[in-house]
Each structure stands twice: as structure tokens, then as C-alpha cells.
């Protein structure tokens, strides 16, 4: 028997004939479809742009002009979600330009796929899309886009993960009553600035600037920056509930315990044994 091969959803379908249709009309070099495309999808709901537009950015095998032209046809105002997805450096700035002037509506943003570290194009995006809850900006950060993303008071989701560029002062300005969730620093380093000594005091202030913070992720000692913070307030109280942590000793473990009111999830790499045994305590 040939093995069954589950059915694809009715709308994927759907989406996937639309945006093949898409793609024909919008290589032509000339663009002289542009207007007629966007006119169509003028009546189109943002749910079904946002579909359309993850379907036609994400494939690397499709030729970045196309990619690009349905961004700039696709991208309306309502849009609430946008993963730009892989492009060529010759394009950068014209997706930061395209996003500052048709994105003001997103919630959702995902920049991974563009290196635009050092445009100042993207600080001005920031500071232009009010509405934003989800920030992905891996690689990038600088201490201008930190000043920039001071601006957005319903952020709840930040990536500024990798080895980004701002200072120990310009990171000491991050403070949020909406960040949630925070994705910092880099896998099993300590530093998170090109500064010496910029490392568990670092994020023990960060923590204590985002008091609504229940998740702290890719830094790999944040056991130890708790354990700065309860040697110096052991009556401070933290809404983490995932945190990674690097070596964590019996000391380490107790300042998880007593600062992190509900941790559901502790990555503990090169745990000492008795820490363990610290957890079965309590």
C-alpha cells in the first residue's frame, strides 16, 4: 500500500496558488503590475497578507528582487506580524525604509535575516513602530537602538542576543515595566560588552530594571548575577521562571531558589552535585 500522506489545510492551498500567481506577476523587471497587485490585495484582511507575505519572504531559493517587491506590495499598515527573512546586503536599507514607512501598525518584528548592524535606518525604524510587542534583532544592538527601544512602552519580547555593539552604560539604560521575556548575550560567555568586567553585575541590573521579567534567555550565568543580587537584598524577589545557568554552586542554587518565586525550567550546565541535592529540598 503507498503510505498515506496527510492533507494539506484548504487555506495553505489557497495561499499557496495566490502567492505563486503573486510571484509571476511581480518579476517583471518593469514592475508595471505593481499598481495592479496592490490594488487587488487592497480588500485582502492583514491576516491573510501576513500569511502571503511569510510564504514569499522566507524561501532563499526565490530571488531577492521578487522577495522584495512583495514586501513593498504586501506591507500595509495593519500588518501586524512581518519575518523578513534572508536578503542580500544591497537591500538592507531598502527594507529599513519600506518597514519605517508602511510597517507602523506591526506588533511583531523579526529582522534575523538581515545584517543591519550600524545602519542608522534602524534605530528610526524602532523609534517609528509604536505598536511593536516582539523585537528580534539579533547581532545588531547598539547604544542607540537601545535608546530607540526605550520608546516602545508595549514591548514584551526583546532579542538583542549575539555579539552586539553598545556599551555598559548604554545596556544599563534598558529599563521596561512590559519586557517579559529577554534574549541577551551568548552562549557560555560571561562578558556581554566588548568592555572588560562587563558581566554578572550587568544582568543583575538588568534585572532589576525589568521587574516584570520571567524569562531570561541564551546568557548562560544568570545564577550568578542572582547571587549578586541576594548577597546584596536577600529579600529581593524576581518573576523568573526560565533562566540558564553555568557552574552553579551550592551558594548559586540557593539564590535561585530565593529569589525566583515559580522556576519552571533551569538550565544548569557543570552543576555542582550537592546543588541538586539543594533543589529536592525545598
Not at 495593519?78 to 525604509?97: A, M, N, R, S, W
Not at 524602532?126 to 539579533?138: A, E, F, G
Not at 552586539?164 to 541577551?184: E, F, H, N, Q, W
Not at 560588552?193 to 521579567?213: K, M, Q, R, T, Y
Request: include cysteine; hydrophobic fraction near 35%.
Amino acid at each position: 500500500m503507498s503510505p498515506k500522506n496527510s492533507v494539506l489545510p484548504l487555506n495553505y492551498l489557497c495561499l499557496k496558488v495566490i502567492s505563486n500567481q503573486l510571484i509571476y506577476a511581480l518579476s517583471d523587471e518593469e514592475g508595471k503590475y505593481d499598481g495592479i497587485v496592490e490594488s487587488y490585495f487592497s480588500g485582502a484582511t492583514y491576516e491573510v497578507l501576513q500569511d502571503l507575505l511569510k510564504i514569499v519572504l522566507n524561501p532563499v531559493n526565490l530571488d531577492a528582487s521578487i522577495r522584495y517587491g512583495c514586501l513593498e506590495v504586501l506591507l500595509r499598515q495593519d500588518v501586524k506580524k512581518l519575518d523578513t527573512g534572508i536578503f542580500p546586503q544591497c537591500y538592507y536599507q531598502h527594507i529599513l525604509e519600506t518597514i519605517t514607512y508602511k510597517g507602523k501598525g506591526l506588533q511583531q518584528l523579526n529582522l534575523k535575516g538581515v545584517w543591519v548592524r550600524d545602519y542608522p535606518e534602524l534605530s528610526k525604524l524602532i523609534r517609528n513602530l509604536k505598536c511593536l510587542r516582539t523585537l528580534v534583532i539579533p547581532h545588531m544592538a547598539d547604544d542607540n537602538v537601545i535608546d530607540a527601544i526605550l520608546c516602545l512602552k508595549k514591548l514584551t519580547v526583546l532579542d538583542i542576543c549575539g555579539e552586539a555593539c553598545y556599551t555598559v552604560g548604554g545596556i544599563r539604560k534598558l529599563k521596561s515595566d512590559t519586557v517579559r521575556v529577554l534574549d541577551i548575550g551568548s552562549f557560555g560567555k560571561i562578558d556581554l560588552c566588548p568592555e572588560e568586567h562587563s558581566s554578572f553585575d550587568i544582568v543583575a541590573g538588568l534585572i532589576e530594571n525589568l521587574p516584570n521579567l520571567t524569562s531570561l534567555r541564551t546568557y548562560s550565568f544568570t545564577g550568578s548575577a542572582l547571587w549578586l543580587l541576594y548577597n546584596k537584598n536577600p529579600n529581593f524577589k524576581t518573576k523568573l521562571t526560565y533562566l540558564h545557568d553555568t557552574g552553579t554552586t551550592l551558594d548559586i542554587m540557593e539564590s535561585i531558589i530565593n529569589l525566583c518565586l515559580s522556576p519552571r525550567k533551569c538550565t544548569l550546565g557543570q552543576a555542582a552535585g550537592r546543588s541538586f541535592g539543594k533543589i529536592k529540598q525545598t
